[in-house]
């Protein structure tokens, strides 16, 4: 996910702060993002979004998770919106990112993606809040899997009962009728995946959840539990410095017909270049603090991945953010990225990135270039590296 106070104050290699180059280019933003050339599967699997007539949108293109009855049209690009209280430090107040999910609206964002854990609980109040006073068909993701107690996730819980309950708390929370993307968030070792696809099965039926979703989870739990409720979305970390989704995740995916929603798409605002072995993470609210791809070392090795992406952008006129986004976005037609943010300025740096495109030289001496360049660190923990991949 994008930062926010930290990426202000970076500068890339010519001594160019990033706030000053959005700044400079916010007169003529869309001149810059005029892609050089419009790669067909990109072109051929998009369609115009119904907000057209907004004259304040930035992001026109829509896609598709998962297929026939099950699937969901959303916008290109979602909105994470974790980082707006939680898990980033410190951030703007509840007013201003409820104005800020209302500009993503005007911008064109219909997909905005939440947690119950988030907090917990006070995402989902703001995302609610937000959404209360919007009169625009929105598509409103959120997630079950955690026990709490005295206000903290105490370990995994995905029993029937819990997925029911928490059903119930973030519709009301959220102010809808139906939840329209309804995630596991990790997978629980001690509940069956047919048994939460067949409680997710039941919930859709009642009309209280329109689709189901998995995050984080192997292409076999993928097939068990589509067996019994078909899967609109799964969620997993993707991006130019973790692809391994691309080994098994997405073709198992294209294979049963399922989207895929890339989540920290810009590796939590590092690929943005805001992040430097001088930067300290809080860590009472920003899990980068317990990150082994954050630590300084790390961050100092790594370093050289972002240069690759700002070399790459600054001859097209683009940042490494739009560069690192429209790399996953050309990668299948059924992916939708959701970088989150707490500031407009790169909310819309992160829009403008649907309009890029590559040639597939171009595309395929930026993978080249990437791969060459071995990622120093572990992206989890090994906690919460148990988690994930099941």
């Known amino acids: 996910m994008t930062t926010s106070s930290e990426k202000d104050r970076q500068s890339d290699s010519n001594g160019i702060s990033r706030r000053n180059f959005l700044k400079a280019g916010a007169a003529f933003g869309a001149a810059m993002c005029v892609p050089p050339v419009i790669g067909n599967v990109f072109a051929q699997q998009t369609t115009t979004s119904k907000y057209d ?156 959840v329109k689709h189901f979703g998995l995050c984080e989870v192997s292409a076999e739990t993928i097939r068990r539990a589509h067996a019994v409720q078909p899967l609109t979305a799964i969620q997993s970390e993707y991006h130019l410095m973790w692809k391994e989704p691309e080994k098994d995740i997405l073709p198992v995916c294209e294979e049963l017909g399922i989207g895929f929603v890339p989540y920290s798409p810009i590796n939590r605002g590092f690929l943005g270049g805001a992040l430097n072995e001088y930067t300290k993470f809080d860590a009472n609210n920003d899990n980068r603090a317990s990150l082994p791809r954050f630590t300084p070392e790390a961050i100092r090795a790594n370093t050289v991945i972002v240069e690759l992406l700002n070399k790459f952008g600054r001859t097209r006129g683009i940042t490494s953010s739009q560069v690192a986004l429209a790399w996953l976005l050309m990668q299948k037609p059924w992916i939708v990225p959701i970088p989150g943010t707490t500031k407009l300025a790169h909310l819309e740096e992160n829009l403008w990135a649907s309009d890029i495109t590559f040639t597939s030289d171009e595309l395929s001496e930026l993978t080249f270039a990437i791969s060459k360049n071995k990622i120093v660190g572990d992206r989890y923990n090994v906690e919460q590296q148990r988690q994930v991949g099941r």
């Open 53 to 208: 007539n907004n004259k304040q949108s930035i992001l026109t293109q829509r896609r598709t998770l998962g297929s026939g009855k099950n699937s969901l049209n959303v916008s290109a690009l979602g909105l994470g919106c974790m980082g707006m209280n939680y898990h980033r430090g410190s951030h703007p107040d509840k007013k201003a990112m409820i104005k800020l999910i209302h500009q993503a609206v005007e911008h064109g964002v219909t997909f905005f993606d939440t947690a119950e854990v988030y907090g917990p609980f006070t995402n989902e109040g703001i995302v609610g809040e937000a959404i209360a006073s919007l009169k625009k068909d929105l598509e409103i993701c959120t997630k079950f899997g955690f026990n709490y107690e005295g206000g903290i996730s105490n370990g995994l819980n995905s029993r029937p009962e819990r997925i029911r309950k928490v059903a119930e708390d973030s519709l009301k929370r959220l102010g809808i009728e139906a939840i329209d993307l309804f995630y596991q968030h990790r997978f629980d070792p001690e509940v069956p995946i047919e048994d939460v696809a067949g409680t997710v099965k039941d919930l859709i039926r009642e009309g209280k």
